[in-house]
């Protein structure tokens, strides 16, 4: 698919330092983090420009060929992998915040900035970007506007979407638009922003990100519950917000999630009790230390009607930092010890509880353990699925039916197969369990009008029968 004439080509467009071919390069760009697949591009190309990136889609739609943006290659649902070859575009080059506003609390950046990278910029000037995915140390913020991604203080801030003001996006066929105004009011035309987020690369290639800001919050207590039940942790993730309380963040944890990331990674032991069964992590910000005290003592309230352990208040810096290090490595912890599957389910919050059974349910019934944590505040739970002694055939032929109940579940408790993570490759079979053939086509309608030769990440989000 890629002639020598083609390659040529894009060694004009971004110099020959910058095309690979070799295999090594083709198959570190053909795998994100979901589970072992790789599928490697038959080609990868790092522009450094809007406009090299255009003339590089210029050259994909004269041809036909498949392009996949590529980021910072951290994703859980596939959205990288070039299942039909073509051109891997990766974005990494384009990696400048190009201005911090300010006066008007927005920031202009490319999509190869890492969200950490981001956040720490704008900390400096006393601004903060609250979207804080578990992997903002490595992760892209264009791959955050792909997937829409969310994490721990979605709960209180909102995710990607609430804070994407304009894009500059190259489409399909070379095209350079912006999609909207760097306002935060715009009731002019259709939401082409909005659209683009969460599109996980198969409309067009983002190559410019206009974001809002908030105030930076200078006051945060922290607060970890060990629950002896389970569902009584998931329970009382309702319970708080009945009780008037929006924390920044609140984090679930499953006791195996804790005990293997205190095994695999290095973070503090906490010395649990054999029949603590869950934890939940707690956060409440803001600017006056004395509301937060209240409202840490009104949570106390309301977890102390479960049954509970002693509960942990983080004082320090230090102790806070640790105890957000053991959350964010319980995927890393999973991904060390066994071969894994992680879906991502949200249901209403009041749900949790029927959603977190039914899991443990299924798994009994199809032979698998699951490993259970997540956002608890959004009703978001990441189930990682974990082999350890599984047979490669109950793996591959049981695990499936049982993911698909859990999806059935979900939705049958009002909620949908991906809260954060996206569709991508490993979820476009279960698209029919939420969406109705006549929701799905009109989606596949939208992706037809951008991308009417299916070059753009063509296999991603739409079940088989599209033909993707």
């Known amino acids: 698919m890629i002639t020598l004439d083609i390659k040529n080509k894009l060694v004009e467009v971004v110099g020959v330092s910058y095309v690979f071919t070799d295999d090594e390069t083709l198959n570190e760009?053909?795998?994100?983090?979901?589970?072992?697949?790789?599928?490697?591009?038959?080609?990868?190309?790092?522009?450094?420009?809007?406009?090299?990136?255009?003339?590089?889609?210029?050259?994909?739609?004269?041809?036909?060929?498949?392009?996949?943006?590529?980021?910072?290659?951290?994703?859980?649902?596939?959205?990288?992998?070039?299942?039909?070859?073509?051109?891997?575009?990766?974005?990494?080059?384009?990696?400048?915040?190009?201005?911090?506003?300010?006066?008007?609390?927005?920031?202009?950046?490319?999509?190869?900035?890492?969200?950490?990278?981001?956040?720490?910029?704008?900390?400096?000037?006393?601004?903060?970007?609250?979207?804080?995915?578990?992997?903002?140390?490595?992760?892209?913020?264009?791959?955050?506007?792909?997937?829409?991604?969310?994490?721990?203080?979605?709960?209180?801030?909102?995710?990607?979407?609430?804070?994407?003001?304009?894009?500059?996006?190259?489409?399909?066929?070379?095209?350079?638009?912006?999609?909207?105004?760097?306002?935060?009011?715009?009731?002019?035309?259709?939401?082409?922003?909005?659209?683009?987020?969460?599109?996980?690369?198969?409309?067009?290639?983002?190559?410019?990100?206009?974001?809002?800001?908030?105030?930076?919050?200078?006051?945060?207590?922290?607060?970890?519950?060990?629950?002896?039940?389970?569902?009584?942790?998931?329970?009382?993730?309702?319970?708080?917000?009945?009780?008037?309380?929006?924390?920044?963040?609140?984090?679930?944890?499953?006791?195996?999630?804790?005990?293997?990331?205190?095994?695999?990674?290095?973070?503090?032991?906490?010395?649990?009790?054999?029949?603590?069964e869950a934890h939940l992590l707690i956060e409440v910000d803001g600017n006056y230390p004395e509301i937060l005290m209240s409202e840490a003592e009104k949570i106390l309230t309301v977890v102390e009607q479960f049954q509970i352990d002693e509960v942990l208040f983080a004082d320090t810096v230090e102790q806070k930092n640790a105890l957000w290090k053991l959350r964010r490595n319980v995927a890393e912890a999973v991904k060390q010890n066994t071969v894994y599957k992680e879906e991502d389910t949200v249901v209403p919050r009041f749900e949790l509880p029927k959603l977190l059974i039914g899991i443990k349910a299924i798994g009994e019934k199809y032979g698998f353990k699951s490993i259970c944590y997540g956002h608890a505040g959004d009703g978001n739970l990441h189930v990682n699925i974990v082999k350890l002694d599984m047979t490669e055939d109950a793996w591959k032929n049981e695990v499936p039916k049982g993911v698909k109940e859990i999806f059935e579940l979900t939705k049958s408790l009002n909620g949908t197969i991906s809260g954060e993570h996206g569709i991508g490759l490993v979820q476009k079979e279960f698209m029919p369990i939420v969406f109705t053939d006549i929701e799905l086509n009109l989606m596949y309608q939208i992706k037809k009008i951008f991308d009417p030769k299916n070059i753009m990440n063509p296999g991603k989000i739409f079940p088989s029968i599209y033909n993707h």
Not at 59 to 80: M, N
Not at 107 to 120: A, D, F, H, R, S
Not at 126 to 134: E, F, N, Q
């Open 29 to 276: 760009y053909g795998k994100d983090h979901t589970e072992d697949l790789v599928f490697p591009p038959s080609i990868v190309v790092k522009p450094a420009s809007t406009q090299e990136i255009s003339a590089i889609m210029k050259i994909a739609f004269e041809h036909a060929i498949p392009v996949v943006p590529i980021g910072a290659r951290t994703g859980l649902s596939g959205g990288i992998l070039a299942v039909h070859k073509g051109i891997g575009l990766s974005l990494e080059r384009l990696n400048q915040i190009e201005k911090i506003d300010e006066q008007n609390l927005q920031v202009i950046t490319q999509p190869g900035v890492i969200t950490e990278v981001l956040q720490n910029a704008v900390a400096e000037k006393g601004l903060l970007y609250p979207v804080d995915p578990s992997s903002k140390g490595s992760c892209f913020i264009g791959g955050n506007i792909a997937e829409n991604s969310g994490g721990a203080r979605a709960v209180k801030y909102g995710v990607t979407k609430d804070y994407v003001l304009n894009l500059e996006v190259v489409l399909p066929n070379g095209d350079i638009i912006n999609t909207a105004a760097n306002t935060l009011k715009n009731s002019t035309g259709y939401n082409l922003t909005q659209l683009m987020v969460g599109s996980e690369g198969t409309l067009g290639v983002v190559t410019k990100i206009v974001l809002k800001l908030v105030a930076a919050v200078p006051h945060i207590v922290l607060l970890l519950v060990p629950f002896f039940k389970m569902v009584e942790a998931a329970a009382a993730v309702s319970a708080i917000f009945k009780a008037g309380i929006v924390p920044s963040a609140l984090e679930f944890m499953e006791r195996d999630a804790i005990d293997w990331t205190m095994k695999f990674t290095d973070v503090p032991d906490l010395n649990l009790k054999l029949e603590i």
